[in-house]
């Protein structure tokens, strides 16, 4: 478990799949994500049956501290070792909990666990990029823009660009001074 100032993370379990599954299929998160199709609670289930035997991914429920209530889900994927890298991915699946600054805080322990447990060396995230949230909550934590991959998915009706940012754990270490004041 990773305790933080306003949240913290706990691994996520079997019993919390079916709360994930029903933020991923709710349009303001299915709209932002790269999973095609709406999912249920079979395909669910063999997700979770895979991913608990894949050391690639971690996730993690983000849970406020003061409440204990669940909002969203935070964690590595493609996570590589020998290179040093992985991929982030963030949901805040309970939209009234969006514009708080959760998922700059839950990303910021998700990072430093990354860098300092890992020990990972670069952390990469994909976007569409009409999710300013996403690029602006990357900015803020030093991620870089590294370019954009043209019309790699096929969403509502076209071939839309994913946008690829990336922090290296050089430039974590430069900016852990301002990452203070968040
Ligand atoms: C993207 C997401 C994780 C952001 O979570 P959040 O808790 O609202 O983000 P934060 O409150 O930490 O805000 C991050 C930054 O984005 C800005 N922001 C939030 N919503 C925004 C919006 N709709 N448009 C523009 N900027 C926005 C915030 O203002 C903040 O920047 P600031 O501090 O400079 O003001 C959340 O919207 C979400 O879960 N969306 C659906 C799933 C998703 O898109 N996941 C990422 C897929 S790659």
Known sequence: MIIGKRLYLRCL???????VMNWRNQPHVHENIFSFTF???YQQEQWFEKYAQDSRQESF????????????????????YKNGTAVLNTM?????????????EASIYIINYA?????????????????KAIINKNLKLGFKMEGKLRQLIFS??????VGVMGLLREDWVKI???IGNL
């Open 39 to 41: 999912i249920n609670s």
């Open 156 to 161: 509502k009706g076209k071939f839309q660009d």
């Open 61 to 80: 429920m983000i849970v406020l501290k003061e409440t204990e209530e669940e909002i969203g889900v935070i964690g590595l994927s493609y996570i590589d």
């Open 115 to 131: 860098f300092n447990e890992l020990n990972l060396n670069r952390i990469t995230s994909f976007f569409y990029e009409s999710n």
């Open 92 to 104: 805040i699946g309970e939209k009234r909990y969006w514009g708080k600054g959760y998922a700059t």
């Open 176 to 178: 852990q001074d301002s």
């Open 13 to 19: 379990d079997k019993q919390d799949i079916y709360k």
